[in-house]
């Protein structure tokens, strides 16, 4: 049972990945091409997919996917999915990796929460589609007000039932601990991150989202999460529509003040 507590976030505009030879200039040409997957089900992928079809009229069905392992050959997809009978999906031969299929220039991109080898050792012809994803999330997230989820907080289900003080502990719990590393990077008199610029783009980040940009609890996310249901379901992912109020324990449901 989940707990509204997004332990992962992410703008995944810096998810895809291309050919730079292959005359991919702008997400619609992306139609039409090979694109390499890890898993279809991923979370990222589900946003990534989102976002191109929604922002830039890029359908799943526009798109060749070639499934098969970053570095590893053979690598299968950890959940079983029955995808639309619309979505091309090929298996990359066996014996080859998208990583290599990238780097040879067998498949178009590729897209998926970890960057391709090659695109880290800076491969002459691999680069990412939004080549400024920074400026392109902030632009998406003014328009929406969305920061996708990756991950939330989850707990058993028997603990739940035998504990039912245990979830909305939890939430609290996770939600102070998160003001206090929020408040330890602020205070830049000495890093808590090995990254420059923290300051630069704390103030950056907080200009843009606002004072609680990393956000707990549903009411805030409710639009979050209902975007990525309706994606999940569009793309063939979940049988029906499943509600918010399926997805986390009911006492977690309400905001609280700590």
């Not at 330890?184 to 890093?191: K, Y």
Request: glycine fraction near 6%; hydrophobic fraction near 40%.
């Amino acid at each position: 049972m989940a707990i509204p507590v997004f332990l992962s976030r992410a703008f995944r505009h810096t998810s895809v990945y291309i050919r730079t030879d292959k005359g991919i200039n702008k997400p619609e040409d992306l139609k039409g091409k090979r694109i390499g997957i890890a898993e279809y089900q991923l979370s990222a992928n589900v946003w990534v997919r989102g976002i191109l079809e929604e922002e830039y009229g890029v359908k799943p069905s526009d798109i060749i996917w070639v499934r098969g392992g970053m570095d590893t050959p053979g690598k299968p997809e950890k959940i079983k999915v029955q995808l639309p009978d619309d979505i091309r999906m090929e298996e990359a031969p066996e014996g080859s990796t998208l990583n290599s299929m990238l780097e040879a220039g067998e498949i178009d991109g590729f897209i998926g929460p970890r960057w391709p080898r090659c695109f880290a050792e800076r491969h002459p012809h691999v680069g990412r589609l939004f080549a400024d994803s920074i400026t392109a999330a902030e632009y998406y997230f003014e328009k929406t007000k969305i920061f996708p989820i990756m991950h939330v907080l989850g707990v058993r289900r028997s603990l739940a039932e035998e504990y039912p003080f245990l979830p909305a502990a939890l939430l609290k719990a996770f939600t102070q601990s998160k003001r206090l590393a929020e408040e330890a990077l602020s205070d830049t008199s000495a890093t808590k991150v090995t990254m420059p610029f923290v300051e630069d783009n704390l103030n950056r980040v907080h200009a843009l989202m606002g004072d609680d940009p990393w956000s707990y609890g549903v009411s805030g996310n409710a639009h979050v999460l209902n975007k990525f249901l309706d994606y999940h379901v569009s793309q063939g992912l979940s049988p029906r529509r499943v509600e918010i109020e399926e997805l986390f324990h009911p006492s977690t449901l309400e905001a609280y003040s700590l």
